[in-house]
């Protein structure tokens, strides 16, 4: 069943090529599951899209513009939810595809939100603190009128952090009269942050992982481990790993990588990092380059980085029993397939990097509710909302023959749908 081409209907500018990736997705699980024709229609767009101009006053005295995006996917289910990057390959296909993304995410985990993204097209490494401040605060006021606690809440993505987060919330409270933390999430604990959310990706991705290790009935004390990207996530679930017993034998960043057949000493290699910034130069592991990195053979590989790393030009070099993806959007649609071909189980991002948004979630409640929960609260309530999704994923992956990636993509959707079909269409 496809969806209904409207005659009238121009092509978006939000089409670019990984946004048709996108909706390829859901056209492809739309068909699967005899999805409604209209409401397919209606779920292959974002709902609002807006595109801002950004005038900055820079260090040197000259204003620069620059563009930035918010769009909202989706709101069925309750208000948007969606990170905001930093990064000069920012667009408005890139910010919509992700957009979709997160409705799906939302929906799979049972959380009470829609779908968003936003970004702001620059270079963020070459922008100082004060730039960044300038920057942040304007775009905030820019999309002012579409976020809010109740409307759209947004988070950290690539290069923001929580001291981004605490601008736009003080931007926000600023032009509102009065303090709204829940505006936002991914804050600093002190002003109204929860525990738990700077490692709650992480942690999310390393429980899917000896959930997947289980799942395929691996039956090793020490399954080894390949991550790439040192960063939030990736040193993070390495470090999780490494403390339950797993070995980790390589990890690469943005320079080059790491190998160890023996294993790496990872909360060393996080003092290491701190100190000198990356991970060339540790002294236990050889380097090699992150190509070789994503061909060397063990049980589970994380990406952990950026888009697009498992795509037709790597996928046959794959040697691993698992992919966990810690990023978004690690494997393109065709690799996808090819793994599931060739029996490697992949982890998909909607479920395996879901534990950030799941703590998220946390952290906006606890705002709304003035009651804020300890860090082991925090990470008994993300085991069981993640534990839950990997069951029903796994289950339908067995249930059905599909892929993960699409089985998740069946529930997300699946809930949505029939939300749309309980609410009706107004008017
Ligand atoms: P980060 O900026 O903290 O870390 C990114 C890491 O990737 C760094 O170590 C960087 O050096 C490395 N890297 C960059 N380019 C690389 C390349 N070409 N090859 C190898 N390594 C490279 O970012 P993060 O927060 O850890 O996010 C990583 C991924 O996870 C992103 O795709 C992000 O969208 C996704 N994600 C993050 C969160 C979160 O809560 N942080 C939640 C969901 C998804």
Redesign the pocket.
């Known amino acids: 069943m496809t969806a209904v081409q409207s005659v009238e209907r121009p092509t978006m500018e939000c089409e670019t090529q990984h946004f048709l990736m996108a909706q390829r997705q859901l056209d492809e699980i739309a068909q699967e599951m005899g999805l409604d024709p209209e409401l397919h229609e209606r779920l292959r767009y974002p709902k609002r899209s807006l595109i801002v101009t950004i005038p900055v006053r820079m260090d040197n005295g000259t204003v620069r513009s620059f563009t930035g995006y918010r769009v909202q996917h989706d709101v069925t289910l309750g208000p948007a939810k969606g ?1 905001i990057r930093f990064h000069p390959e920012v667009n408005l296909g890139e910010v919509a595809a992700l957009a979709m993304l997160m409705t799906w995410k939302c929906s799979l985990m049972g959380l009470p939100y829609g779908g968003a993204k936003g970004g702001i097209r620059c270079e963020p490494w070459n922008l100082s603190l004060g730039e960044q401040e300038r920057l942040t605060r304007r775009y905030t006021s820019e999309i002012i009128n579409l976020i809010g606690p109740d409307k759209d809440i947004p988070a ?4 923001t952090n929580e001291q981004t987060m605490a601008w736009i919330m003080d931007t926000y409270s600023i032009n509102v009269g009065h303090t709204v933390p829940s505006v936002v999430t ?1 804050k600093p604990v002190s002003i109204g942050g929860s525990f738990g959310r700077t490692e ?2 992480g942690r999310g991705v390393a429980y899917c992982a000896r959930r997947a290790v289980s799942h395929i009935g691996l039956k090793k004390e020490s399954p080894t481990v390949v991550v ?7 040193s993070i679930t390495a470090r999780l790993l490494h403390d339950t017993g797993y070995k980790i034998i390589a990890v ?4 080059s990588g790491l190998h160890n057949p023996k294993g790496i000493d990872i909360p060393r290699l996080q003092a290491y990092v701190s100190e000198m910034g ?1 991970v060339k130069g540790f002294p236990h592991a050889d380097e090699i380059t ?1 190509a070789e990195l994503l061909g060397l053979e063990c049980d589970v590989l994380v990406p ?4 697009d ?1 498992i795509n037709d030009r790597t996928v046959n070099k794959l040697k691993c029993k698992i992919v966990v993806e ?3 959007g ?1 494997t393109s649609p065709d690799a996808d397939m090819k793994l599931h071909e060739g029996g490697i189980l992949v982890v998909p ?1 909607i479920l395996a ?1 879901a534990g ?2 799941t703590v998220s979630y946390f952290e906006w409640v606890q705002g709304l509710m003035h009651l804020f929960w300890s860090e082991e609260e925090v990470n008994n309530r993300l085991e069981q909302i993640m534990g839950r999704a990997c069951d029903q994923v796994f289950e339908m992956t067995v249930k059905t023959g599909l892929r993960p990636r699409m089985s998740a993509l069946r529930i997300g959707v699946g809930r949505l749908a029939e939300a749309k079909r309980l609410l009706g269409l107004y008017p």
């Open positions: 990170g950290p993505d690539m290069y991914g709650a990706t790439q990207g040192f960063g939030n996530v990736g690469s960043d943005v320079h990356k992150n952990a980085a950026l888009g790393q810690g990023a978004n690690p991002d990097n950030g948004v």
